[in-house]
């Protein structure tokens, strides 16, 4: 098929900020379609409320915000809260893997049970709670502020952790380079 100018368009690309204000907007409104928002705006400041003054990010997704702690290079999802509209109201809180390894399981169940729920835990190690974002956010928020602070500081160990192992491995190197004296030198 010949090229035709007419039928050819250029290349679009959308940015972080444009994807972030669209994934705002979304959010927006199934809060709004669901009549949920102000118990989500309470469980959103419990969970920033949580995570304290740790190196915390929110994004937005459609359906809800994800709360993210750097580690390494990169930031890595920890706590999400959604809003599906197919659940008409239910709220899932959402425990990614290396949130549920830095938490004690106990503790999870015990916060979920105060939420008048249970925390299932999902074979990849994610776990989540369902809770009715149609009840008052009084119910939910001492909890989840709860969930949120063990965030902070199983991160904060895990980070350590991975420091000192880091220290252990180069001291383990440095002792196994040899120095030898020069060899004689071909003439």
């Known amino acids: 098929m010949p090229f ?10 959308i940015g972080v900020g444009a994807t972030k204000a669209r ?32 190196p915390y990010y929110q994004w937005p997704n459609a359906t809800g915000y994800s709360f993210y702690l750097r ?19 239910k709220i899932q809180i959402l425990l990614h893997a290396r949130a549920t390894e ?14 008048e729920s249970s925390f ?16 008052s956010a009084s119910d939910y928020a001492q909890s989840l502020t709860a969930v949120a602070q063990c965030m902070p500081a199983g991160w904060k160990a895990k980070m350590e952790n991975q420091r000192q192992a880091a220290g252990e491995e180069l001291r383990a190197s440095d002792s ?10 071909a003439v």
Not at 24 to 51: F, H, N
Not at 81 to 86: C, H, I, K, S
């Open 71 to 89: 580690e390494g290079l990169s930031n890595r999802a920890y706590l999400s809260l959604y809003a599906p509209e197919a659940r008409n109201g």
């Open 120 to 135: 299932v835990q999902k074979p990849n190690s994610s776990g989540e709670i369902w809770i009715d974002g149609r009840k």
């Open 176 to 185: 196994t380079v040899q120095v030898t004296a020069p060899g004689p030198t």
């Open 102 to 115: 830095v938490a004690k399981l106990d503790d999870l169940q015990t916060l979920a049970k105060a939420m």
């Open 4 to 13: 035709d100018p007419r039928r050819w368009q250029r290349p679009t690309t």
């Open 23 to 54: 994934n705002q907007a979304s959010l927006d409104k199934v809060l709004a379609d669901l009549g949920i928002r102000e118990t989500y705006d309470v469980l959103v400041a419990a969970t920033k409320k949580g995570l304290g003054d740790s």
